[in-house]
């Protein structure tokens, strides 16, 4: 249990307290923050852990608050969890040379992908959506496939489905990259025919790790061809420095990018361009004819904020995903969408103004916030 000595609540804000984006009381997210999905999330994550799992609340007005869990679990063996755990040099080792399409429709997730791969001597072609991997494989010949979910012309799962129609793909590993790793989420990927996921954002080792359980070089590394920083090389300013970016949590961004500055930089940089015109470029998806455009353009933001460990803007833009894939009234998609342009433009103009972001950049986003 959990308690604190907060505002409590009624009963009738204690019953709708565990729904998605719900608040005991609509001004708590202006005075305290917060997009009411925390406790809704807990009481998902309680459910998954145990099916007979529970999360309560006891509170009374000016009282504060508890929150009470109960989970029956397991005990763990460690010895087969160390066991189980592979170790980084050898999965590189075992996929060093392995050829494989990378299908993505986000240029920043693309060359975040394939600039990890590529240093563990892994060829990577890409495609930018389900319709090109299928031309592709149709000619060429791969040892594995990552492939994205949510893309424009043909999705990961309609995709995969008709890769598995191909005869020399029956047995192809194929891997979905998402930011959805819910039960429901991998049921529906092994439902249309793909053998596992790997989450997003990235993370090096699961990646690797799940890679290498599936997929085996047809022409394996003769030597190690990882590729190897340059000491020497100059780092960027941001290394340089202990600056800190306001929205964004650095060591976290760093993390994904393999505590590597210059990726991170390139991270950044990329950021601010392909959101630069998020505003414009949301209220366009609005209006286009695909009834998925605003919510993969949203799903877009939520994945490219946590690759650079912004703080606000992943839990943002899943509530404004949430609302467009659930039709949410107009107000409310509006006002989402609202919060989170404001964020973002907090965050791009901190990045450009701190870590020597191309100005031009920075005057176009000003620009199309102030239109």
């Given at each position: ?7 409590g ?7 709708k ?14 005075k305290?923050?917060g997009?009411g ?38 005990l ?6 160390v ?19 990378l299908?993505?429709?986000n ?19 890409p ?8 031309d592709?494989?149709?000619t ?24 598995r ?6 047995d192809?590993p194929?891997l ?5 790793v819910m ?13 596992d996921?790997?989450g997003?954002?990235f993370n ?9 359980r ?11 061809t990882?590729q190897v ?7 960027p300013?941001?290394a340089?420095?202990?600056?800190t970016?306001?929205g ?5 961004g ?10 991170y ?6 950021f ?7 505003k ?13 455009a ?10 490219n904020?946590?690759?650079i ?18 039709d ?10 609202q919060?989170?342009v404001?964020e973002?433009s907090?965050?791009?103009?901190e ?17 199309n916030?102030?239109?």
């Amino acid at each position: 249990s959990v308690a604190d000595t907060g505002i409590g609540m009624t009963a009738e804000q204690q019953d709708k307290l565990f729904q998605s984006f719900s608040q005991a009381d609509s001004s708590t997210s202006r005075k305290y923050g917060g997009s009411g999905l925390g406790l809704s999330i807990s009481k998902k994550l309680v459910e998954l852990m145990d099916s007979d799992g529970k999360i309560r609340v006891e509170s009374e007005p000016g009282q504060g608050s508890r929150f009470i869990f109960t989970l029956q679990l397991a005990l763990g063996d460690a010895d087969n969890i160390v066991a189980e755990q592979t170790n980084e040099e050898e999965d590189l080792a075992r996929l060093c040379g392995a050829k494989i399409l990378l299908v993505e429709d986000n240029e920043l997730n693309q060359e975040l992908a394939t600039v990890l791969l590529y240093r563990g001597g892994i060829i990577v072609t890409p495609a930018w959506n389900g319709q090109e991997a299928l031309d592709i494989l149709q000619t060429e010949q791969f040892d594995g496939v990552l492939m994205d979910i949510q893309m424009p012309v043909m999705d990961g799962y309609t995709a995969t489905r008709a890769i598995r129609k191909l005869p020399q793909c029956k047995d192809l590993p194929i891997l979905a990259l998402t930011a959805n790793v819910m039960a429901g989420d991998r049921e529906k990927g092994k439902a249309a025919g793909m053998n596992d996921h790997i989450g997003k954002p990235f993370n090096q080792q699961q990646m690797l790790s799940t890679m290498a359980r599936w997929i085996t070089p047809t022409t394996p590394c003769e030597k190690d061809t990882a590729q190897v920083v340059d000491e020497n090389e100059q780092e960027p300013e941001i290394a340089a420095s202990n600056a800190t970016l306001v929205g964004i949590d650095m060591k976290a961004g760093l993390a994904i990018c393999l505590d590597d500055p210059a990726i991170y930089q390139r991270m950044l940089e990329m950021f601010c361009a392909s959101f630069a015109d998020f505003k414009q470029d949301f209220l366009t998806a609005q209006q286009d004819d695909d009834p998925q455009a605003a919510t993969r353009l949203a799903h877009t933001l939520k994945s490219n904020g946590a690759n650079i460990g912004a703080i606000n803007i992943p839990q943002m833009a899943q509530r404004l995903e949430t609302l467009c894939r659930e039709d949410g009234s107009s107000a409310e998609i509006t006002a989402a969408s609202q919060e989170l342009v404001r964020e973002l433009s907090l965050v791009i103009k901190e990045i450009v103004m701190e870590n020597n972001i191309p100005r031009d950049e920075l005057g176009r986003y000003i620009t199309n916030q102030t239109q």
